[in-house]
Nanobody
Framework: QVQLVESGGGLVQAGGSLRLSCAASGSIRSINTMAWYRQAPGKQRELVARITSGGSTNYADSVKGRFTISRDNAKNTVYLQMNSLKPEDTAVYCC???????????????WGQGTQVTVSS
């Protein structure tokens, strides 16, 4: 199995910053897309940001200019730098990754458990 483990969540005041990390482990040959999703109470899960193996990114309109997604392929890790945080950013943030396992090239799509981000006013 390919497992994802998030870290970096916590409590921060509005205007502050947090950096989330998500490390993938297991029998991984390659990772295609890595992404961050979030879900706030009473709301549907939404895509926050994604990054392809080639480095292409896209962001939710609500976080553009404030959040930056990046990845370290050597470490099988994706990051989400969150600046100028707002109370409405409060949510459980989950990591997602898809790719192929080794040695038999089985596709995978894995999710992390999630990390809580709370932004106080």
């Amino acid at each position: 199995q390919v497992q994802l483990v998030e870290s970096g969540g916590g409590l921060v005041q509005a205007g502050g910053s947090l950096r989330l990390s998500c490390a993938a482990s297991g029998s991984i040959r390659s990772i295609n897309t890595m992404a961050w999703y979030r879900q706030a109470p009473g709301k549907q899960r939404e895509l926050v940001a994604r990054i392809t193996s080639g480095g292409s990114t896209n962001y939710a309109d609500s976080v553009k200019g404030r959040f930056t997604i990046s990845r370290d392929n050597a470490k099988n890790t994706v990051y989400l730098q969150m600046n100028s945080l707002k109370p409405e950013d409060t949510a459980v943030y989950c990591c997602n990754a898809d790719g192929y396992t080794r040695p038999y090239l089985v596709s995978f799509n894995s999710w992390g458990q999630g990390t809580q981000v709370t932004v106080s006013s």
